[in-house]
């Protein structure tokens, strides 16, 4: 069983649509990431919550809004995306946001566009 | 920026057989070095991981080895069993803030029986 908590698993939506993506983790761990897999693709990194504060932002489009309401808790608040935004998506949590620390990954939000 | 690679993108063994996969990096700086096990349908699970300051780690059936010298690293799975067939990912960071873990692009590993 993963410790981070991902909901929910499966995610149909419209490009006109608004929905979140949550995900939890009670293991006390003061970073939590979003990333967006592509099929037989590596997880590519969207965005760091350190202490709650963001902290890394990749150049992800507006349309993806994070929100880290407290330690344990990371939502993904999604509004007009398109087609290509279908995707695997993961979260994941870690002691700090010092690199070199182990990831604990949910098993993810599959989100279809259509 | 850093940069890993990964071989094979495919590969199959024998269920009993050894498996190796292997990766470079290019960032002489990056010093832990984490693999990944993606089983369909789940999130990656961390299976070992090596920091720098040490050329091999073993657990089990697992393995890795690390040249920093080179700068490649190598995850051995040996008496390889059916639940080992998933998508494999090494990776590479730095111990510093924010820095981020750099994935290579993942193994497809069957065990054939």
């Known amino acids: 069983d993963t410790e981070v908590t991902q909901t929910p698993k499966h995610l149909v939506m419209g490009m006109t649509n608004k929905k979140s993506l949550k995900c939890e983790q009670h293991m006390g761990h003061r970073a939590m990431y979003w990333y967006k897999q592509k099929a037989k693709k590596p997880p590519e990194l969207m965005f760091v919550y350190s202490y709650e504060k963001l902290s890394i932002n990749e150049s992800v489009p507006s349309r993806f809004s994070p929100e880290c309401p407290n330690s344990s808790l990371l939502n993904l608040h999604l509004h007009a995306l398109q087609p290509e935004d279908s995707a695997l998506y993961l979260c994941?949590?870690?002691?700090?946001?010092w690199g070199g620390g182990h990831q604990h990954f949910g098993d993810g939000t599959r989100l279809s566009i259509l | 920026g850093e940069n890993v690679e990964q071989h094979p993108s495919t590969l199959s063994v024998q269920e009993g057989d050894s498996a190796v996969i292997k990766c470079t990096y290019s960032d002489s700086a990056s010093n832990y070095f984490p693999w990944y096990k993606q089983e369909l349908g789940k999130g990656p699970q961390l299976i070992i991981d090596i920091r720098s300051n040490v050329g091999e780690k073993k657990d089990q059936r697992i393995a890795v080895t690390l040249n920093k010298t080179a700068k490649h690293f190598s995850l051995h799975i040996t008496e390889t069993q059916p639940e080992d067939s998933a998508v494999y990912f090494c990776a590479a960071s730095k111990a510093n803030r924010d820095d981020k873990i750099i994935f290579g692009k993942g193994t497809r590993l069957h065990i054939l029986p």
């Open positions: 994941a949590s870690s002691q700090d946001n």
